[in-house]
């Protein structure tokens, strides 16, 4: 969630753009993500800049010894008209060839244009963005998000950005090897990608491949090298990760993200995962093939059945994207194959056939190793919908799901979602690390395993209030006599306040 601060910052910025002749929301959102981009793309040059003196390796390139001048740190400080023609006649150029032709998902980029006509809005423009605070946390998805909440059609299909946070946290749980194959469904922004890609870094470095430095503006990072993920880089870069999306914006915000992350050639892929077609434009991937798929899938909406792949109506008869995606996950990953995905509650206890028939093969023709649930506010301000995590492993048989009942986030539940000291991921991923089917039976903590027997005799009902106990603890009062003579007292003062009002008023 952005700072009010920013967030002023951004609809300042907005304001600027219409009044310099841009107006297509759109196309406003996707040129502030080009110069994000070209942002970003500088401060990875000095961040390589910083390891290569930190550690004495040679220095990756982003910009080449004759193009430094295209750097947002040198031409940020060039009057408007100069900088103007120096963005639109080679840097945004640049970005088409050096930078974009040579990776896979360039083919999302090659449209990137400079619509920017006036050099005022330019240099405004520029001098906006170098404010933003682009190094912290993920502020960079939280202005995509922001910037998407201006269109009127943002989360008309039920996609809303997944707090980054609950992506690593589910990353944690499922544990990707950097030997696997790592899919999303519905990948929008690429979040939970970019979040393995960190979680493989952190991983795998070495006390020597984790660096602090500190930015010419003072500004300081941590930055994970992830030196022993060097015998698998040519997989991770070209075949570990899979992402696909029918919202072309997406992909483009998609691919920019991550190539900033180093991950030259991943697949990126315009796609309904739910429509007939994409067993026969990716025949490899829609199959027994992904070792992890991570998902937040849109929540709602429904599709005509001559939509949707056939395979999927034979698991579970519905139109219900929610359900179909269940059944598409469970195509697409190879046996022994892990999932994470978080689902509406609706999922867990819906009462119709296909509710239960769905919740039937997670539970008898595959292992659902746990139920996590998530309090309601973690998609507001976009959305209130109550949710949790599934995850499952492909294949085998269940004998017992481990259930979680996360109350706070580490943030308010409100539309503010300020941080707060409350915060139950670390415990989730402590107990999830620890769990034990035969020790943890106390129904009353947080985290504890139901027999699948007895899932089965509730109608597969998954809700972590079917099986939750709360316990009694008896509430104590006063004696009646004790709390009528504190209401005779209570008395007595009110008519000793009305009678000295009576006479102040004469």
Known sequence: MLSR?????????????????????????????????????????????????????????????????????????????????????????????????????????????????????????????????LNEG?????????????????????????????????????????????????????????????????????????????????????????????????????????????DSSMLRIAAMNMLLHGVDSPHIHYQDTLGTSFSEKQPQASKDFFDVILANPPFKGSLDDADVHEALRAVVKTKKTELLFLALMLRMLKLGGRCAVIVPDGVLFGSSRAHTAIREQLIDNNQLEAVISLPAGVFKPYAGVSTGILVFTKGGRTDHVWFYDVENDGYSLDDKRNPISGDDLPDLLKCWKKRDAKRDTDRTAKAFFVPSQEIRDNGYDLALNRYKQVPYTEAKYDAPKIILKRLKKLNAEIESDLAELEEMLG
Request: aromatic letters at 10%.
């Open 138 to 246: 993920d502020i960079k998805g939280d202005l995509y998000e922001y910037l998407l909440g201006k269109l009127s059609t943002a989360g008309i299909n039920g996609q809303f950005r997944t707090p980054r946070h609950i992506i690593a946290a589910m990353v944690e749980l499922v544990d990707p090897k950097p030997t696997e194959k790592l899919g999303d469904p519905a990948c929008g922004t690429a979040g939970f990608l970019i979040s393995t890609m960190q979680f493989l870094q952190r991983k795998y470095s070495s006390k020597e491949g984790i660096h602090e430095l500190t930015h010419e503006d003072g500004t300081k990072e941590t930055v994970y090298d992830g030196d022993r993920l060097t015998p698998y880089l040519d997989h991770i870069r070209r075949d570990m990760f899979w992402g696909f999306d029918f």
């Open 5 to 133: 601060q920013l967030q002023n910052k951004v609809d300042a910025l907005w304001l600027e753009f219409h009044v310099g002749g841009i107006t297509n929301p759109i196309t406003v959102i996707e040129q502030i993500s080009y110069l994000i981009f070209i942002r970003l793309l500088d401060m990875e040059e000095t961040r390589n800049e910083l390891v290569a003196k930190r550690t004495g390796k040679p220095q990756k390139h982003v910009f080449p010894a004759n193009k430094q001048h295209l750097r947002w740190s040198k031409f940020r400080h060039l009057g408007g008209e100069p900088m103007l023609k120096l963005v639109r006649d080679e840097v945004f150029p640049f970005l088409k060839g050096e930078v974009f032709k040579q990776h896979a998902v360039g083919q999302y980029l090659q449209s990137a244009s400079c619509y920017i006509e006036k050099a005022t809005l330019m240099a405004k423009a520029v001098s906006e963005i170098s404010d933003w605070p």
